[in-house]
């Protein structure tokens, strides 16, 4: 099983564009959206909702009120300010804990006389098994302020593997999380194939960098696709010397086009109905990265025989 993950070094690059065509072209892929802090791949699959599950991860203080005592003690405690209360001195008013800024740790639990806090399991979000026009979709929404969004990550591509292997589908086509931090590690570890979109502007050169260092240290293919990039092609030149410098492979270029947003607008993809322009130009990168993939297949291929003699 192979999968492609399409990752960016800054948001709105046009990542989940091309990755839904990528979802249409592709043969019987299964799906898996990481970018659970403003997942937006649903808007252009509309997806059907088969299974939703409920997403806990770390723990957030509930103080009882007819258990607490009034002490301040967890008030004096919490260097977080999570702990208000409605008058600030010990033994006035009623205590109680803001969840928005509570960060789990405990030290109020700890120090609590009469126990009189909870520490349940946080809700921080949800994630679903949905069915789309191009096949299963695992995706999922981080809750307001929630963390953990690395853990979610790494829960959605693991089911999205569990479907794919149900269903005997060879690729998971991964829409990953902008920037470098922790989602972006979760969704990459792993990976078959990586996909870099970056577009021709300061800010999508600088963070462009910032992503291929990422990947070398984790030692992933890397190809690189730079979109729009006719709004300045000295720019996109430089982007993609620089890039086969780092060890990545160019693999296309996707001009501007007003059909981009259009094909939003009516929740479909953009290769969907279109031939030219744009849709014509991912068509093509869409041959550069299947034919990675069929590379890596064989590569792995050849390992697992290789491991098999050594045995």
Not at 89 to 112: H, S, Y
Not at 150 to 167: C, F, I, N, Y
Not at 288 to 305: H, K
Request: hydrophobic share 40%; aromatic share 4%; charged share 25%.
């Amino acid at each position: 099983m192979q999968e492609l993950v399409v990752i960016s070094g800054k948001g709105g690059t046009g990542k989940t564009s091309v990755t839904a065509s990528f979802a249409v072209l592709a043969s019987r892929p299964a799906i898996a959206d990481c970018d659970v802090d403003a997942a937006d791949l649903h808007l252009i699959l509309s997806p059907r909702t088969v299974a939703r599950h409920e997403f806990r991860c770390g723990h957030q203080a509930v103080i009882r009120p007819d258990a607490c005592i009034r002490c301040g003690n967890c008030l004096a405690s919490c260097r977080f300010q999570a702990v208000k209360a409605t008058h600030q001195t010990a033994g006035g008013g009623a205590f109680w804990i803001d969840p928005m800024a509570c960060e789990g740790c405990g030290v109020c639990v700890r120090f609590c006389p009469a126990k009189a806090i909870d520490f349940p399991e946080r809700l921080c979000g949800e994630w679903r098994v949905s069915e789309t026009r191009c096949g299963p979709m695992v995706h999922a929404r981080l809750g307001v302020a929630a963390e953990n969004s690395g853990k979610l990550v790494s829960l959605v591509r693991r089911e999205a593997r569990r479907v794919a292997e149900e269903q005997q589908r060879s690729l998971i086509i991964v829409d990953g999380p902008p920037g470098i931090g922790c989602p972006v590690i979760a969704s990459l570890t792993g990976a078959s194939l990586v996909l870099v979109v970056t577009e021709p502007t300061v800010a999508g050169e600088h963070d462009l960098e910032r992503v291929l260092r990422l990947t070398r240290h984790f030692q992933l293919p890397v190809l690189l696709c730079v979109n729009k990039w006719d709004i300045n092609p000295e720019l996109a030149g430089r982007i993609e010397a620089r890039a086969r410098e780092a060890g990545a492979q160019v693999a296309g270029r996707i001009r501007y086009d007003r059909a981009v947003p259009l094909a939003q607008m009516r929740e479909q993809a953009v290769v969907e109905g279109q031939t030219q322009g744009s849709a014509h130009d991912i068509r093509e990168l869409w041959e550069q990265v299947r034919s990675s993939i069929q590379r890596c297949v064989i590569f792995f291929a050849i390992l697992a025989c290789l491991a098999r003699e050594i045995i």
